[in-house]
């Protein structure tokens, strides 16, 4: 009995033949081969991996440079918030101690801290706003 | 040859003087400047600026004048005295003490103290911001100093 051959009837000899003939015995990889190919794979991954790593701490540098100038900024130019306090309260036409003094003395809503108080006052004294404005 | 003998000591003469010419503009002196407030009504906030006419002045300290009512140190540029680069200052205080609290007449409100260097007498400029009374309204005050040299290095 031949069931196999049975089978193969009913396909087309050009299939049968191309069967055939990758039906060969598998070439053997000794350890030796898988040691080579495996070298050859990671020097090849570790020449493409350099650039990458470079390149990651290249825009590390960048972000942490950003961060540092965005806080230097945001030290050097003060709080918009903060310096819209500090205006003309007492319509003298000019900021000076008697500001603080006015707006020491507004009850209500308007009180402010000892701190902000001090703050502004001494905005009014700094050399630096006093250079600008002058 | 007499003349080279003679130009070598002209030379070293000149360069004599102009070492001790250079050391003695080096020299600094320290000087306390006590500044005061003249009014007629009683002062609730003040502001003075001071700077040197002619330069070669450094302020170094400041403390505060002798009204109960100004008890703290005056507002100035902590950060500019501490750094050594203050030739000009603005000093300035406020209080929120009593009316019947408030000094009048001719106060001490600061005394600076300077660190002055070169041989030239200092000349300093002083200018009256504003003074107000308790309620914010100005006074017509004047400001004047007092200045001693007291100590040569």
Known sequence: MKPEKDRTDDLPQPLIEALESSDRPVSMITARVDREVSAMARRHFSLRRRPARAQRLAWTAVAAAVVVAVF?????????????????????????????????????TEERSQAELDAFASWIVSLARAGETS | MRNVILSLIVLCCACAWQTSAAQHDDRK?????????????????????????????????????????????????????QRGTADRIIVADFTLAGANELPSGRIRIATLHLMLTGADAPQFDLELVTAVTHEGRTIDASISLESQIVRKR
């Open chain 1, 72 to 108: 230097a900024v945001q030290l050097q130019s003060p709080d918009p918030e903060q310096t819209s306090l500090y205006t003309d309260v007492d319509g003298s036409g000019r900021i000076d101690i008697a500001d603080v003094l006015a707006l020491a003395r507004m009850q209500g």
């Open chain 2, 29 to 81: 002196r320290f000087a306390a400047v006590d500044i005061y407030l003249d009014s007629g009504e009683p002062v609730a906030a003040w502001q003075f600026e001071f700077s040197s006419r002619n330069g070669r002045m450094k302020i170094v300290g400041l403390e505060n004048g002798e009204s109960k009512a100004f008890g703290g140190t005056p507002y100035y540029d902590r950060e500019a005295v």
